[in-house]
């Protein structure tokens, strides 16, 4: 290991960026994630990513003239008179008939109208005649008709390359035979958490050992984003165990390791980043909590060192695992900064930016500003407090107390 | 079956609502929903579901007193002296020493301090001396140590029957070991899709066929809700195959027909579900699109007749599916009715509510009321032109054209 630490020094790289601000972190974390590539996936597969390739209506919508209404289709001229009913056409099927002077087709709502349909006239405003049905006075033409084509025409593109694909996106889809469709693909992700303390949840920790927290946080929040995590492995704070581990899970595109990204004596995630080779491209932000996150690049592979605090680890994710994440997949990358009022006052931090779980109202327009509540917690590990928030307030370093009225940065939590 | 229809006949059941209002209608779906049960389930795959059970913290938190930073856990009364570092202790491990006069331990981050630990110094605080290490002249009682039992105590409840379980609620669950736990079971779904002129997406439609677009597009929101369908499945138009269907998804808590559900010839879905055995709770509901929307009950069983054209399936599913699922599942069953500001001017329709697609601005406290616009389709089956919407504008029965600039009530669509 002393030699590929020395081998490190001897290369030239652009200078770690250290204790930036939030703003500056997010820039660069977005300046190095790309759009995945694009892969064929089965249309019921898609749902939320983002089209790589447009989608063309195969043949015109509706693809016949199409009855709207259970009733008769009746030929040009034929308001008031009788008609005798020669034909009956269902929905799936087809009448050979072209309609001419005196006589009609039963027809049923989403068949074809047979030729020469002026229009169709619901059973109900008919009535039985001698040797057919009476029609009414009045018929508009083409009425309880769609026309060929009216919808969209042949070859017309209905979705294009970055639209998301969503529940009528699929229906577009299927109407048009496209079960299988280019996308931006999901990145793959892995976790692997450190520090020699953390047993697994189902384990019986020992004195000085506790559950980790982090693992199944941050799976979970890989889920509510889409993703199935790929691995979810524990490294224990041994260089060369974590060494092994992001060797392990070099091939994926986004690599997250919690815990160990400070300056202590068993935090070894930086140097085992630069030695794997990963340009690292900052560590520190001005944040509270998170300060110690560390980002680097292998190749095409994003590693976030995220701290090994539970609420640091979650304000990690939602702020830039996220959106590199999101940008990943074509989508637009940050939450929305929306701006709410302050239910209480709020203590800034000086010099860093503070991040703080809180509860906003899901009104919008009861008034000029929503209500934004922080939640309470004693620690910047205390995650146990922090239940049922939907948002985060970013509270900007300022000397004084923010008071209770004051409008507020936030964004909101990904639904899950 | 005209046994069964007799039979049906001979039963008293409270007459079938009909051409009642949405609001009325939703009111029936959400009185006849109820709660599912309860079932453990593993941890990481209660994301989004409703906790039946607290949790509780199964030991104090922190479990012992804990560093939080790299340096010397040092006894009372130590400020400006020196003092000899007789062991070591790092994260994981615990130090046997109890601390007295002249001595003190090196500690890392999240190690248990040592008996006797007045406070923790950082290492970047002291100075090597001639046998030991140099203490600063200040140092605050209790200094960076997170004491056992601050942030919560054992046997105190942290999360209560009725949270929804988010990725923070996860993390506290790992902690306290609670691998399995009881959450509201979502409910199983299936589909039946009706109609002779149907074939599948992967199908080529003859002249008058059309492939089925409410089949994938229901899975689809179905997904979106977190629900995985058990069955998909087409039924032709024959009652025959439609009663087949009902009973082979008899056991499902919701059971979703599309199409035959109007009152025309093959509309066999009201006169099929009677058959079964189930209650027509209410059959037409003063919408567009959506008319001939069908609802029953068999048993615990939900029956959902949704019109066939895809955009009243769609309406139907966000408006009454979605909103009884939420309820099974324990959640809060509607969407927020919000108010918008419309950009262009919409025509209502008599007599009836008008729901129409629409995109509203993702900002929050920009203005007094976001900005709603319609999205153009032309025809009630028109689903090509609705790509990318965001809400439903819902649009009251009124004689005259609602203005640009007027308020609007819209709901969100589900995000996927």
Not at 60 to 88: H, N, T
Not at 246 to 258: K, P
Not at 270 to 279: D, H, I, L, R, S
Not at 347 to 352: A, F, N, Q, W
Request: hydrophobic share 40%.
């Amino acid at each position: 290991m002393d030699n590929l630490a020395h081998s490190n020094e001897t290369t030239s790289r652009p200078a770690t960026r250290s204790r930036i601000s939030p703003a500056e972190a997010l820039q660069l974390v977005l300046d190095t994630a790309t759009q995945l590539p694009a892969e064929p996936m089965p249309m019921l597969e898609t749902l939320g990513l983002v089209l790589a390739e447009a989608v063309a209506v195969d043949r015109d919508q509706p693809p016949f003239d199409r009855a709207m209404m259970d009733g008769y289709a009746v030929p040009e001229g034929a308001a008031g008179s009788e008609l005798s009913v020669i034909d009956q056409v269902a929905a799936g099927g087809v009448s050979p008939v072209r309609l001419g002077e005196g006589h009609c087709v039963e027809i049923m709502t989403g068949a074809p109208a047979p030729a020469g349909t002026a229009a169709v006239v619901p059973k109900e405003h008919t009535r039985p005649g001698e040797k057919g049905v009476l029609l009414p006075k009045q018929i508009t033409p083409g009425q309880h008709v769609v026309p060929r084509g009216s919808e969209c025409r042949e070859g017309e593109v209905i979705l294009r390359p970055g639209d998301r694909v969503d529940a009528l996106a699929i229906a577009a889809m299927a109407s048009f035979g496209k079960t299988s469709v280019r996308v931006i693909r999901r990145p793959t992700l892995a976790i692997v958490t450190t520090g020699a303390e953390l047993i697994p949840a189902d384990g019986v920790p020992g004195e000085s050992q506790i559950r980790d927290a982090n693992g199944p946080m941050l799976w979970a929040m890989a889920q509510g984003l889409g993703l199935a995590p790929v691995g979810l492995a524990h490294a224990g704070d041994q260089i060369d165990t974590i060494l092994e581990n992001l060797e392990r899970f070099s091939d994926c595109d986004v690599l997250i390791v919690a815990g160990g990204v400070s300056v202590g004596r068993f935090d070894f995630v930086p140097e085992a980043v630069t030695q794997v080779g990963a340009e690292l491209i900052f560590h520190k932000v001005r944040q509270k909590p998170g300060k110690p996150l560390l980002f680097a690049r292998r190749g095409d592979q994003l590693i976030f060192g995220l701290p090994g605090n539970p609420l640091a680890c979650h304000i990690c994710f939602h702020r830039y695992v996220g959106p590199a994440i999101r940008k990943m997949q074509g989508q637009d990358p940050n939450r929305a900064e929306l701006t709410g009022r302050l239910t209480e006052p709020v203590e800034p931090r000086r010099g860093r930016t503070h991040f703080v779980l809180g509860m906003v109202d899901e009104v919008v327009g009861a008034g000029p500003l929503p209500s934004v509540r922080p939640l309470p917690g004693k620690s910047s590990a205390d995650v146990f407090r922090a239940v049922g928030p939907n948002c985060y307030l970013e509270i900007p370093p300022r000397p004084d107390t923010i008071p209770a009225g004051a409008s507020i940065s936030f964004t909101r939590l990904d639904k899950i």
